[in-house]
C-alpha cells in the first residue's frame, strides 16, 4: 500500500509561482524493482478532477496538459520518493485543489484519471487576480 501526501499549496499572485511537493510512503517500488508511474489532477469547485501532468517511473517521460505547457513542470526525486510540480506564471484559472496520484498498474505516464489508483488528500491553490 502507498501513502501520499501533498504540500505547498496556498494563496499566490496572477503571475507568481509555488512549487507542490508529493512526498509517497508505503510500497513505491514495484516487484520487478521499479517505480511506478505517477501524476498530478485538480479539482476546481464545481468541476471535474482533471490531468495536470504526469512522469513515467524514472523521470525521463514527461507529459502536460495543453492548458499547463510551458507554465508547470513535473519531476521526482526517487531517492526522496518525492514528486514535484513547479508552477510558473499562474492565472486565477489555476485555482483548484490539486491532486498527486499514483498508479501501480504501470511505470508509464499516464493522463487517464481511472488508471490512478493510489491519490493524496490535496492540496490547495488559490490564485488572485
Known amino acids: 500500500q502507498v501513502q501520499l501526501v501533498e504540500s505547498g499549496g496556498g494563496l499566490v499572485q496572477a503571475g507568481g509561482s509555488l512549487r507542490l511537493s508529493c512526498a509517497a510512503s508505503?510500497?513505491?517500488?514495484?516487484?520487478?524493482?521499479?517505480?511506478?508511474?505517477m501524476g498530478w489532477f485538480r479539482q476546481a469547485p464545481g468541476k471535474e478532477r482533471e490531468f495536470v501532468a504526469a512522469?513515467?517511473?524514472?523521470?525521463?517521460?514527461?507529459i502536460y496538459a495543453d492548458s499547463i505547457k510551458g507554465r508547470f513542470t513535473i519531476s521526482r526525486d526517487n531517492a526522496k520518493n518525492v514528486v514535484y510540480l513547479q508552477m510558473d506564471s499562474l492565472t486565477p484559472e489555476d485555482t483548484a485543489a490539486y491532486y498527486c496520484?499514483?498508479?501501480?498498474?504501470?511505470?508509464?505516464?499516464?493522463?487517464?484519471?481511472?488508471?490512478?489508483?493510489?491519490w493524496g488528500q490535496g492540496t490547495q491553490v488559490t490564485v488572485s487576480s
Open positions: 496520484a499514483l498508479s501501480t498498474r504501470t511505470i508509464a505516464a499516464s493522463d487517464s484519471l481511472v488508471q490512478y489508483d493510489c
Open positions: 508505503g510500497r513505491t517500488v514495484s516487484s520487478y524493482g521499479r517505480g511506478y508511474g
Open positions: 512522469i513515467n517511473w524514472s523521470g525521463g517521460y514527461t
